[in-house]
């Protein structure tokens, strides 16, 4: 019976190489100069350094701009609240990898409210739809794309 894994993977490779694309552009930016602000790439995360909190805001467009040029889905990007020590302003943002329980449970309901003949179960950080048509899992694909779960997802391990 044909069947397909959700998953929802991020390539920290390219995170790391959008935070020193975006490290390079705030080095050449007009508006940072003499600013003491800094991107760093640390355990999964990404933390950002500045002197005011409109600097992180900006820092975090310019992020944003570095990931998309990397082909990095930015709506996996989990910004935290800003935190005030001394004179500077510190962010951190945080990826989402793999699928939450109850995202995962949001994603089995779509698929049974549409009434499709596939079978889901949660695995882990992942789901297996199985079905008897190729036809009724290429629909279930189109039917998660089509719905805004707020996180990227792969469609990997197909089987015939």
Known sequence: MPSFD???EINMEEVRNATENASRELSTRFDFRGVDASFEYK???????AEAEFQLQQMESIFRNACAKRNLDTSAMDVKDFDHRGKNYYQTIAFKEGIEQDVAKKIVKLIKEAKLKVQTSIQGDQLRVT??????LQEVI??????????PFQYNNFRD
């Open 6 to 8: 959700i998953v929802s």
């Open 142 to 151: 189109a039917l998660i794309k089509q719905s805004d779960l707020g996180q």
């Open 131 to 136: 079905g008897k048509k190729r036809d009724d």
């Open 43 to 49: 355990d999964k995360t990404v933390k950002m350094q």
